[in-house]
């Protein structure tokens, strides 16, 4: 899961990920949010990026983790 401020900008990074997963055959599930859904969306999460513009959120990603 990508986090960002509006979850736009993160959007074409995770295109890239997409892009790479599926030209080296692994399976990847990769999904972009806005930093609101963040408390919505870490559940099965395995791993967690936040965009820059986003990073003083780490404290409450701990918290929900």
Known sequence: RLFCAAGITIRMLVN???DTA???QFEL???AFSQEQIA???DN??????GSQVGYTLPKVYEIC
């Open 16 to 18: 890239k990920i997409k």
């Open 22 to 24: 599926k030209k080296k």
């Open 29 to 31: 599930d990769s999904v």
């Open 40 to 42: 919505q969306n870490l």
């Open 45 to 50: 999460a395995n791993v967690t990026l936040l």
